[in-house]
């Protein structure tokens, strides 16, 4: 016999889920907050090219916080819940905009009143959304979150855009008009003919490019071959190329892709990991890349709560059965959130993103950049939905990370 999960909200309803999107979509407790924004002033300069041109998925995120997951056939009531964009290159783009970048996004909405609310949106956020497609026939993506308050776990349930988006909705002028005066182009390989298109533009002009590799996805090594960074989810390495261990996986991405100049691999709570490539020759010691995490594990602050960074020096990084590469491995770790701050991991990977693209942008060393890739993602966790508690960049707690 077929079960039924029940899913109630409570009667006081957040007029964000009343009115998706088309109201302010951020709540009281968060960051977007004015009690969290200060002067600039004290801040270094933003970066002086800051475009950056994405191209992915935007979807329409309809979020209920539950007590605990509900078994098949319960009916239980949700402890919170919002309504608000999101999608890989929304969210990431989102963030990279509250930082001080001018991000433009290339993707597809239907004329449906969620693909209204997810322009209005991101345009509200400081996201150039001039570049999307609307179709005037059927619907816009969405997707339905449930996040579990006792696990601080979230399951997505999502359902593309129909029609999808196909290369020739992306014409030659827009195209160029995207990349225009681009510093970086980031894809999260949704849609990725039109993806691939990109790429081969931005590769021509020599634009350099990240990607997001979250998993397995048609299309994925056709974009990688043109990546100059990659950031991706704790099981693609080893998904992807085989390795025994992460290290051993990083150090195979990094052979497979010789344009790359670091692949970083993010492990929530355990922070990341950074290959970073090293264009030096000379290189006489070698060390074993699983040995080395060892090393530098032993080495990282314990203590501290706020994200941190520890690096090796440059040596030849070899993976027993794949090879070897010259570079320097960098441990990063993530901030200690209590269990009563921590409210929602979504989009916590985007969130990364965006700020390593600020980064990037801005010229940080890896030293710099983990860490504040790292607190970015962290304030992010303590608000329900990807983006409510997404920081800009005058919040006091960046600004250490950003002097």
Avoid at 93 to 104: D, H, N
Avoid at 209 to 218: F, G, H, T, V
Avoid at 234 to 252: E, I, M, N, R, Y
Avoid at 340 to 362: E, M, Q
């Amino acid at each position: 016999m077929a079960t039924t999960t029940m899913l109630y909200s409570n009667p006081a309803l957040p007029a964000a889920l009343v009115k998706p999107a088309f109201s302010s979509p951020f709540s009281s407790h968060s960051s977007s907050s004015p009690r969290f924004r200060m002067s600039g002033a004290a801040l270094p300069p933003l970066p002086d090219n800051r475009v950056v041109l994405g191209c992915g998925g935007v979807t329409l995120d309809f979020l209920a916080a539950v007590a605990s997951y509900p078994e098949p056939d319960d009916k239980i009531r949700s402890t919170s819940a919002k309504v608000q964009g999101g999608g890989n290159a929304g969210n990431a783009l989102t963030c990279a905009a509250r930082l001080g970048l001018k991000p433009r996004l290339i993707s597809k909405v239907a004329a449906d009143s969620q693909g209204k609310g997810i322009l209005e949106e991101l345009e509200a956020d400081g996201v150039d959304s001039s570049f999307l497609v609307v179709s005037e026939e059927g619907n816009s993506p969405f997707t339905y979150i449930i996040v579990d308050d006792e696990t601080k776990t979230r399951t997505c349930i999502h359902t593309p855009g129909y029609p999808p988006m196909t290369p020739d909705e992306l014409t030659k002028t827009k195209l160029l008009e995207a990349l225009d005066e681009a510093r970086l182009v980031y894809f999260d390989v949704r849609l990725h003919e039109t993806a691939l298109v990109v790429a081969q533009e931005a590769a021509h002009r020599g634009i350099p490019i990240l990607i997001d590799a979250e998993k397995k996805r048609e299309g994925l090594d056709d974009l990688l071959s043109f990546s100059s960074y990659v950031v991706c989810s704790a099981k693609f390495p080893q998904a992807w190329t085989g390795g025994s261990s992460v290290p051993s996986a990083l150090v195979s991405m990094l052979l497979k892709l010789p344009n790359v100049k670091f692949v970083i691999v993010t492990l929530g709570e355990d922070g990341c990991i950074m290959l970073e490539r090293s264009n030096e020759s000379s290189l006489s010691e070698e060390v074993d890349v699983d040995e080395l995490l060892v090393t530098l594990k032993h080495k990282k602050d314990g203590s501290a709560t706020l994200p941190t960074c520890v690096s090796s020096s440059e040596v030849k990084l070899q993976a027993k059965g794949i090879g070897t590469v010259s570079g320097r491995m960098l441990l990063g770790t993530a901030e200690k959130i209590p269990p009563s701050a921590l409210v929602d991991t979504t989009g916590a990977g985007d969130s990364f993103i965006g700020a390593v693209l600020y980064a990037l942008c801005a010229n940080m060393p890896p030293e710099k950049m983990l860490p504040f890739a790292a607190q970015v993602a962290g304030i992010g966790c303590r608000s329900l939905g990807a983006r409510t508690g997404l920081p800009w960049r005058t919040d006091p707690r960046l600004t250490s990370f950003l002097l």
